[in-house]
T-cell receptor, first 118, second 116 residues
Framework: NAGVTQTPKFQVLKTGQSMTLQCAQD?????MYWYRQDPGMGLRLIYY???????DKGEVPNGYNVSRLNKREFSLRLESAAPSQTSVYFC?????????????????FGPGTRLTVL | AQKITQTQPGMFVQEKEAVTLDCTYD???????LFWYKQPSSGEMIFLIY??????QNATEGRYSLNFQKARKSANLVISASQLGDSAMYFC?????????????FGAGTRLFVKA
């Protein structure tokens, strides 16, 4: 099992360019998430998908769109990149919270994408 | 609003000694879960331990234990017998289960340095 995979690993964009970050999981999880991590800060939730066919805003959704393509895949799109979107982006997946007893349904993270917007 | 506070930007510990990483939280959700994740220099996020707000006993996972004090709203991570490989960033996180449980918030992290 590969777990959670993300592509690309690194990306440099110019201001105004668009791009899509891809994420896939092979753990049959219902829920998927996109986070960003900035220096000196913890992860902040951008968007999440509770289950296939649904998406919802997290803490910092502005400037991003998402698509839950199927149960396995959840993509993040930057329509017009800005320098403030320079960050490391993590995708994660989990079982639906609350449905697996005392385990807490921890999130499993991908390796991250380091994005620089010039 | 929910909030996680980690007041120790950096911590040093001697190899083989125990270390406590502090985490305090604030939430109005009556049911919530607390998590600790480790982020080594390679960058991946690794789940360590979970504590549910209604759990009667403190969680333990190998060398990791969670000192959960609900009245004080603290969920400190204790690492026993520190190893050089424990050097990493550690993040405390919280998820409110009664609000759907999907929105997890993270603290700013504590960087742990283990000295040989």
């Amino acid at each position: 099992n590969a777990g959670v995979t993300q592509t690309p690993k690194f990306q440099v964009l110019k201001t105004g360019q668009s791009m899509t970050l891809q994420c896939a999981q092979d753990m049959n999880h219902n829920s998927m998430y996109w986070y960003r991590q900035d220096p000196g800060m913890g992860l902040r939730l951008i968007y999440y998908s509770a289950s296939e066919g649904t998406t919802d805003k997290g803490e910092v959704p502005n400037g991003y769109n998402v698509s839950r393509l199927n149960k396995r895949e959840f993509s993040l799109r930057l329509e017009s990149a800005a320098p403030s979107q320079t960050s490391v982006y993590f995708c994660a997946s989990s079982e639906t919270p609350g449905l697996a007893g005392a385990s807490g349904n921890e999130q499993f993270f991908g390796p991250g994408t380091r994005l620089t917007v010039l | 609003a929910q909030k996680i506070t980690q007041t120790q930007p950096g911590m040093f510990v001697q190899e083989k000694e125990a270390v406590t990483l502090d985490c305090t939280y604030d939430t109005s959700d009556p049911s919530y879960g607390l998590f600790w994740y480790k982020q080594p220099s390679s960058g991946e996020m690794i789940f360590l331990i979970y504590q549910g707000s209604y759990d009667q006993q403190n969680a333990t996972e190998g060398r990791y234990s969670l000192n959960f004090q609900k009245a004080r709203k603290s969920a400190n991570l204790v690492i026993s017998a520190s190893q050089l490989g424990d050097s990493a960033m550690y993040f405390c996180a919280m998820r409110g289960l009664n609000t759907g449980g999907f929105k997890t918030i993270f603290g700013a992290g504590t960087r742990l340095f283990v000295k040989a």
